[in-house]
């Protein structure tokens, strides 16, 4: 069974801050799909990123960086320089790569509230 | 543009009615799915169709049916055996193409009960 947990609820900064969200997945599968989609407040879920389950590198683009911990079953996202326009609500998803049926497990999402 | 077109965007249910969500989708993708989302829960799988004419219950699928007459559409009812309907809820495509795993989605129906 897969699991995936965001922690955090809700966090709440003021602009320019850095914030790092927390994701912590349980899989069996030795070969799997990391995923974040933001969703703004009109509700549709946007794709941030995917990381395969062989590539620990990280990733950065613009303000957004990822850090895939394979040893610690972690694939946490931090925004540097926080803006009001990222203001949403998270979530991290898991997928298997092959086997299955495919389908995704998401966290229960974390909301982020940037204060001008 | 290609994408998922979800409607209505707010709907209402009353007391012992069925109502149906639409869900296009014109990507070409063969996979679809419905998810339902209440405050603080997440994302939680309804149903979810890999090809036309085939689907699988997700994990509340109790109170809720969907078909697979046509790639591009994907239907979902909330029947009168959903006693707690009141939810967003999101439908979904993906593709095993490049973009493997990548989940598309539309902008949501909004749906209550009156």
């Known amino acids: 069974a897969q699991k995936v947990t965001q922690a955090q609820t809700e966090i709440s900064v003021v602009e320019k801050e850095d914030v790092t969200l927390d994701c912590v997945y349980e899989?069996?599968?030795?070969?799997?799909?990391l995923f974040w989609y933001k969703q703004p407040p009109s509700g549709e879920l946007v794709f941030l990123i995917r990381r395969n389950s062989f590539d620990e590198q990280n990733e950065i683009s613009g303000r957004y960086s990822w850090n895939f911990q394979k040893s610690t079953s972690s694939f946490n996202f931090t925004i540097t320089a926080s803006q009001v326009v990222d203001s949403a609500v998270y979530f991290c998803a898991l997928r298997p790569a092959s086997g299955g049926s495919y389908i995704p497990t998401f966290g229960r999402g974390t909301s982020l509230i940037v204060h001008p | 543009d290609g994408g998922i077109t979800q409607s209505p965007k707010y709907l209402f249910r009353k007391e012992g009615q069925n109502v149906t969500l639409s869900c296009e989708q014109n990507l070409n993708h063969d996979a679809m799915y419905w998810y339902r989302q209440d405050p603080g829960q997440g994302l939680r799988l309804i149903y979810y169709?890999?090809?036309?004419?085939?689907?699988q219950k997700g994990d509340i699928a109790e109170g809720y049916s969907v078909s697979r007459e046509k790639k591009e559409s994907f239907p979902l009812t909330v029947t009168s055996a959903q006693k707690n309907p009141t939810a967003f809820y999101l439908c979904?495509?993906?593709?095993?193409?490049?973009?493997?795993?990548?989940?598309?989605f539309g902008s949501g129906t909004q749906l209550s009960v009156l």
């Open positions: 169709s890999q090809i036309v004419n085939d689907f």
């Open positions: 979904a495509s993906s593709s095993p193409g490049q973009q493997f795993g990548k989940l598309f």
């Open positions: 899989t069996r599968d030795t070969t799997y799909y």
